[in-house]
């Protein structure tokens, strides 16, 4: 038998799904899908309330085909809305969301958290209609999905929050295909003999395999895949022509500038230091130094005033502030996890900032983006915050315009990748001992945050929390010094 999810998989890639089925062992979760679950989840909770009074057929893995039965009874008992309705038809499982009778007939609705209507959900959709239409006519299917337009503003409107587009037609037309994959899938998992499909872009998208560190066991560390800011597709091509190493790509590749210097340092094992342009850099900036760093939310239901589904909310921010005598002081704000942060925020940001110097970000791309939203959301103080975006300094500049290249980046100047090569033996900058060690943890951890009843644990995320954002600004303090050494020792 195959779920839905499993023949969406087997669409994807052949390959991944015989694994499932004959190797599950192989499988490797990716990272952040728990808590982008949970968002999910919510959604479609939050989204039966269009039908209400429904009933819930309970998910039980193990007694699948007694979730079948409960929901025909469900059906011939005169139950007019049933979540979860489950139908297993000619070896495939399908669970509806919502499944919903007006005079018409019966309607499915599936619920996404996505923002718009994707083709992979149209073919989602088409194998429950093509199943499900077989035991039960189907009068309409139906995508309820995110309005990222609605603001919300005192309590949640839900006819506003989502939008409910018919996509029957298009589901009827992808019959022929569906009847195909579904073939072709059966034969699949009959057979022993693992499908022979090499890597490609079916590995990311639609959605990112879990199997991709079985497939890509053989693919050289590092690799044509880390070549900075080529192409997926020109990778993979250059990977299936036999040119996967550094060298191969330097011997038969068209590289670009960049791409060169980072093959040439890590063949060689040299950094690659252009002082002319780390002085380009050091010379724009002006003390005192504050390096600045926001974390921010998005949540699909906003739960603030002013507040749009998957809206960037700063929640926190770290400011490191360095004077021209070396001396540096820490401030640092964390929000309420019930509340709007946001304004609180501002008030802090705006108390703690000198009124002059240099503001340092990592890509501050990001952090002026997040300013320029709150003075907009909170205009009694655009004046003072736009004030601050003149005074920004990017702190990638120097890496990206290689002014500095180690060959431990591997074609990334993010600041995960900075940190590690220029100080590989310094425990208090390894990002990797803290309990959260990204953005996107830092993003979902506080996301959820609220729903945590226990204090305890509640404080002991909060500093976790702390100590991360905490990180990163003292990370672009080591490294500034770092790149004003280099131009000491290389004058």
């Known amino acids: 038998m195959l779920s839905k999810s499993q023949f969406l998989r087997g669409v994807q890639c052949p390959k991944s799904l015989w694994l499932l089925k004959r190797k599950p062992e192989l499988r490797s979760i990716p990272e952040k899908s728990e808590g982008r679950f949970e968002q999910g989840f919510s959604i479609g909770a939050l989204a039966t309330q269009l039908f209400p009074d429904g009933k819930l057929v309970d998910f039980d893995n193990a007694k699948l085909s007694k979730m079948a039965d409960v929901t ?23 669970s509806i969301d919502i499944l919903h009778r007006d005079e018409s007939g019966w309607h499915i609705y599936e619920v996404k958290a996505s923002t718009r209507v994707k083709d992979v959900q149209i073919l989602d959709a088409a194998v429950q209609y093509f199943s499900v239409n077989e035991v039960l006519p189907i009068r309409s299917v139906n995508v309820i999905y995110v309005n990222n337009k609605y603001v919300y503003h005192e309590e949640l409107d839900l006819n506003a929050l989502f939008n409910v587009q018919d996509i029957t037609e298009n589901v009827i037309e992808r019959g022929e295909e569906v009847k195909q994959h579904k ?37 050289p560390e590092p690799s044509v895949f880390n070549l900075y800011r080529m192409g997926t597709s020109t990778k993979y091509k250059l990977y299936h022509s036999g040119i996967s190493t550094y060298q191969q790509a330097k011997d038969n590749a068209k590289l670009n500038v960049k791409q060169l210097v980072q093959v ?33 939310f998005n949540e699909a239901i906003p739960r603030f005033n002013g507040q749009r589904p998957y809206m960037q909310m700063p929640f926190q921010y770290s400011l490191h502030i360095e004077q021209v005598s070396g001396e540096v002081t820490h401030k640092e704000f964390l929000g309420d996890e019930y509340s709007d942060p946001r304004e609180l925020l501002i008030q802090s940001m705006l ?42 300094v990017d702190l990638i500049v120097p890496f990206r315009n290689l002014g500095y290249y180690h060959p431990e980046f591997h074609g990334s100047f993010s ?47 909060r500093e976790a929390l702390l100590a991360y954002c905490k990180l990163d600004t003292w990370a672009m303090v080591k490294i500034y010094r770092a790149l004003k050494e280099q131009l000491l020792l290389n004058s």
């Open 72 to 94: 025909r009874e469900l059906i011939d008992s005169g139950e007019t809305t049933i979540y979860e309705a489950t139908f297993i038809v000619n070896g495939i499982f399908a």
């Open 415 to 461: 600041i995960k990748s900075v940190l590690p090569a220029m100080f590989p033996n310094e425990p208090d900058l390894d990002y990797k001992s803290l309990s959260i060690q990204n953005g996107g943890m830092a993003m979902d951890t506080f996301a959820n945050l609220s729903r945590l009843k226990n204090e305890s644990e509640r404080a002991e995320i």
């Open 183 to 219: 073939q072709l899938l059966e034969n699949l998992v009959k057979s022993p003999e693992e499908p022979d499909v090499a890597i490609g872009n079916q590995c990311h998208s639609p959605y990112s395999c879990d199997f991709s560190a079985y497939c890509r066991k053989d693919v």
């Open 264 to 296: 040439e340092s890590y063949l060689n094992n040299q950094v690659q230091i252009n002082t002319k342009k780390i002085g380009e850099f050091v010379d724009r900036v002006v003390y005192p130094i504050s390096y600045f760093d926001f974390e921010t």
């Open 351 to 392: 108390r703690d900032l000198p009124e002059t110097g240099s503001i340092m970000a990592f890509n501050q791309s990001f952090e002026i983006a997040r300013i320029k939203e709150l003075a907009n959301d909170f205009p009694e103080y655009k004046v003072p915050l736009l004030a601050l975006i003149s005074r920004f």
